[in-house]
């Protein structure tokens, strides 16, 4: 964690900017690279801790890496020919974006520990009003670069605040409980919870898998990089066709989504990944999933398995129903008593802590406005909230390409938004209801074939109605067309 003085003395008078960004994390990093970039020093970015990175500083458990490969989890302009491995872990990932930040002179835009509190629009002043603890600040344009994978879901389980030993999430690792030696139960079996039970599994006495669903896990083509690959990466020629061939191999892959015919074939390969691994016959059965593959996000690890085939390892096919003292009672009734309980159990997706805390033209929070079904115009801006972008906003999740494509294709849509604003002269926009409307019928209609929806499997893509808000239905070649240019014929002003 760095910690970066603020270009100008944090007072309590409120402070005005032509854009305020809120949240450090990857897409805010871009978002203030950009505007540097078009000659625009006249913003300030607001960041709830004390350093930068978002999720990439959140995530620390043991075993966090990427599951897209680091030469395309990257920015288009700003890329590393240096990555160790195939797959950067955590550590790797958050030092790029901070020296990608340094490198492009945005730590002087940062204000770290100034966590925003409300955002409202103020009509009669045609800005936004931004609270924090420390004051104001009015700025012309607000963007919410807060993600969707940041609040963490804590179950509320009877008898976990009351439990006698150690309990966290795993996005919130703490580091101070040691694992040695100790009986851990580890609830939920998603993207993190595979990449820290192999890790802290040699350590635990015993460890208790709670598995409410079992997933679909590939084998994961990780590498150290040669010393003699680095440098072929340096002329960017190479770097460049490595990206462009991964990309186009993840966009392949992507088509499945569409066809989950196809993805019923590569079911074959992770029966098989299950097979070799787990010889008891009933473990194999549990861990088998009974939907297609791509309906929940598809995981990658090659010793996910191997550690579950561990004598000091149990795998419960159960959710929990209750704490009691130490012991985890299962929905199945198993009752395992337990010293440290590690929460896998996800995040706040479509219902994310940002859309209670923006207050659009009519006096509605966005939550009030979505109801359980956030909904936006191309994922980027919504009716009624005008001047303000939603970055990674809904129905933006792809799930089969690396999340910076979907973050630059949003920042070249904010980017041209702004030129425009500036050259016409343009004070105030917002995006008109019915095409936001006729833009989601379109979304919801394509979705109603893609595996999120058709899979037979519940996951994080639908939101409390049960609707689709985060699956984006075509492939990202489409996404940044669409984001390309600012469609002025879509907007009031
Ligand atoms: O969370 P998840 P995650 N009782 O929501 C279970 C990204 N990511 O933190 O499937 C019992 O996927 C839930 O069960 P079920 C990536 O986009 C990226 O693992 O709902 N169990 C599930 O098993 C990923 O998709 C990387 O039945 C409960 C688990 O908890 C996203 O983050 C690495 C429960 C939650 O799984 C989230 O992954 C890591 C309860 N009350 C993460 N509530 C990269 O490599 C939930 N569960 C880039």
């Known amino acids: 964690r760095e910690a970066v003085t603020p270009p100008h003395s944090q007072s309590t008078a409120p402070e005005t900017y032509d854009v ?35 999720t990439w500083r959140d995530n620390t458990y043991p075993g966090c890496e990427c599951d897209v490969p680091s030469a395309l989890y990257s920015f288009s302009f700003a890329q590393n020919p240096s990555w160790s491995r195939t797959f950067a872990g955590q550590a790797e990932i958050l030092s790029y974006v901070r020296h990608t930040a340094e490198h492009y ?15 409202r629009w103020l009509e009669e002043r045609c800005q936004w009003e931004v609270r924090t603890a420390q004051g104001f600040y009015y700025a012309n344009t607000l963007i919410s670069c807060v993600g969707y994978l940041h609040e963490p879901i804590i179950p509320e389980l009877s008898g976990l605040q009351e439990f006698t030993g150690e309990w966290f999430h795993s996005s919130r690792w703490n580091h101070e409980a ?5 009986r851990v139960a580890v609830i939920g079996t998603g993207a993190s919870a595979i990449q820290f039970v192999p890790e802290i599994q040699p350590f635990t006495k015993e460890l208790v898998l709670y598995q409410r669903t079992p997933q679909w896990v590939l084998p994961k083509p990780n590498r150290a990089t040669a010393e003699l690959e680095k440098r072929f990466y340096k002329w960017p020629f190479t770097l460049n066709g490595v990206r462009q061939t991964l990309y186009s191999a993840f966009e392949l892959m992507g088509v499945g989504f569409r066809y ?18 787990i010889k008891d016959e009933t473990l194999r059965r549990k861990l088998t999933p009974d939907y297609t593959m791509g309906c929940k996000r598809v995981l990658m ?12 390892v149990e795998v419960l096919a159960s959710g929990v129903k209750e704490i009691r003292g130490n012991v985890v009672v299962g929905s199945d009734g198993s009752e395992r008593e337990v010293d440290v309980i590690i929460l896998a159990t996800g995040f706040h997706v479509t219902d994310v ?19 359980g079904s956030p909904e936006a115009y191309k994922g980027t801006t919504v009716s009624g909230f005008p001047n303000f972008f939603l970055m990674l906003g809904p129905n933006l999740g792809i799930g089969h390409n690396s999340a910076y494509i979907v973050i ?5 849509y904010i980017m041209d938004t702004l030129k425009n604003m500036r050259r016409k002269n343009i004070a105030r926009f917002d995006v008109r209801p019915e095409v936001q409307r006729r833009y989601n019928a379109v979304i919801q209609k394509k979705l109603q074939t893609t595996v999120w929806n058709t899979g037979g499997c519940s996951s994080y893509y639908l939101d409390a109605n049960g609707k689709n808000s985060v699956g984006f239905p075509w492939h990202t070649m489409k996404m940044r067309s669409l984001l390309s240019r600012w469609d002025k014929r879509a907007y009031t002003f």
């Open 20 to 54: 305020l960004i809120i949240g450090a994390g990857i897409s805010g990093i871009g978002a203030a690279i950009k505007l540097l970039e078009s000659g625009n020093r006249d913003f300030v970015l607001l960041e709830k801790a004390s350093g930068l990175g978002g």
């Open 105 to 119: 002179g945005v730590l002087p835009f940062i204000r770290f520990e100034t966590p925003v509190e409300h955002s």
């Open 178 to 182: 040691d694992l040695t030696g100790k």
């Open 260 to 277: 989950p015919a196809i993805l019923r074939q590569a079911q074959r390969i992770a029966k098989a990944h299950i097979r070799y691994y």
């Open 301 to 312: 690890s090659n010793d996910y398995y191997p550690a579950l085939a561990e004598q000091n």
């Open 353 to 371: 802590p940002i859309a209670e805390q923006v207050t659009g033209a009519d006096g509605q929070t966005l939550a009030e406005k979505w109801q």
């Open 408 to 412: 630059e294709s949003q920042i070249q």
